[in-house]
């Protein structure tokens, strides 16, 4: 074992002093400490009272806007019934009420239907039961529908027949445009599309936003016209007036299906007489109405009813109803909710 060399001796005596010494030192490592430590507990105070407040930084504020509610879907009918809520009685009369033009220019007299009577709609002809073209230029022609417009109390729907063909209401400023049985015969129902599309330039060129066609009847050798119908079946028929029903309605003109319930097979035309369609309803349901209903998913702006006798449709009494009328009903049913225009003209201007 490692001694220190004081170790080795016995008991020695203590220098003088050393005791002191001892005594010093131990009194200067207190007075030390004692000084550190109130130097650590004086800076703390210190530090706090000389340090610049600090906050702790709060989360950022997400402003949380109120999700909206999706707006409620709003169907044609609600909004139809909302338009006219805000019609006085005369103007919802007016609604109704469809104004036959023939004339060379905007007269004065047709002030009154459009600005007392308050009509909303009208038919423009330039030439009507043989008489003379009225207006002769295409210049004219806008120039009195443009006239209309602006004279008139209400928005105008403002339509005429062009179905091409025998009736063909822009020949004369145009040239002829082919019938729909010329359409059909090509076996391509883009043609049928593409004059469509023509026609519904040219009509809107001239203001008028509404056509009377297409047919939608299915010929069965009745008096009207082969031409002016696009096929012997209710498919081929289907197949073609919805294709130019497309055509004016794809680029912004309302086009009509006509004339409901089926001309096809009556014995007279219904613009000199009120013919009888004797057919039973299994018939109708599988001839006449069907190229009318398989065209409904394309929304058609409107169907125009005619006046026929359909004593397959007579009511309780047994009497024959004109026009179909429960018939027209059925389109309804199947979720069609347009307009529907009668096939007549009591008066022209």
């Not at 507990?41 to 340090?51: E, K, S």
């Not at 002829?176 to 026609?199: E, F, H, K, R």
Request: glycine share 10%; aromatic share 8%.
């Amino acid at each position: 074992m490692h001694t220190y060399p004081s170790e080795h001796k016995g008991h020695q005596q203590k220098a003088p002093g050393s005791g002191l010494q001892r005594f010093l030192l131990a009194l200067i490592l207190l007075s030390l400490t004692a000084i550190i430590v109130f130097v650590l507990v004086i800076d703390q105070p210190w530090q706090i009272l000389n340090t610049p407040e600090r906050h702790p930084t709060p989360p950022p504020v997400v402003a949380l806007s109120p999700t909206p509610s999706p707006a409620p879907t709003v169907g044609l009918a609600q909004r139809i019934d909302t338009y006219i809520d805000h019609l006085t009685q005369v103007q919802q009369i007016g609604q109704l009420l469809m104004l036959a033009v023939y004339s060379n220019g905007y007269t004065s007299e047709l002030n009154q239907p459009l600005q007392h009577w308050d009509i909303a709609n009208a038919i423009v002809y330039n030439q009507y039961n043989g008489g003379p073209l009225m207006p002769t230029t295409l210049s004219a022609w806008t120039q009195l529908v443009h006239g209309l417009q602006s004279h008139a109390n209400q928005a105008l729907i403002i339509a005429t027949d062009e179905e091409g063909g025998d009736v063909d209401r822009l020949a004369p400023y145009y040239g002829p445009s082919p019938s729909p049985q010329w359409l059909s015969a090509t076996g391509d129902p883009q043609q049928a599309y593409a004059q469509a599309q023509l026609d519904a330039r040219r009509l809107l060129a001239s203001g008028i936003n509404t056509d009377f066609a297409p047919l939608a009847d299915v010929y069965q050798g009745g008096a009207v016209d082969q031409s002016r119908m696009f096929g012997t079946t209710p498919d081929q028929v289907s197949t073609y007036a919805g294709a130019f029903l497309d055509g004016l309605q794809h680029n912004g003109v309302v086009g009509t299906l006509k004339h409901w319930p089926g001309i096809g097979s009556a014995p007279a035309n219904p613009d000199y007489g009120l013919p009888t369609i004797t057919h039973s309803q299994a018939q109708l349901g599988a001839i006449d109405f069907a190229s009318f209903r398989s065209l409904l998913p394309q929304q058609p702006g409107m169907i125009m009813v005619t006046h026929v006798m359909v004593p397959a449709c007579a009511d309780r009494s047994g009497l024959a109803r004109p026009t179909g009328l429960p018939g027209s009903r059925d389109y309804r049913r199947d979720g069609w909710g347009g307009p529907v225009p009668v096939h007549a003209a009591a008066g022209l201007y």
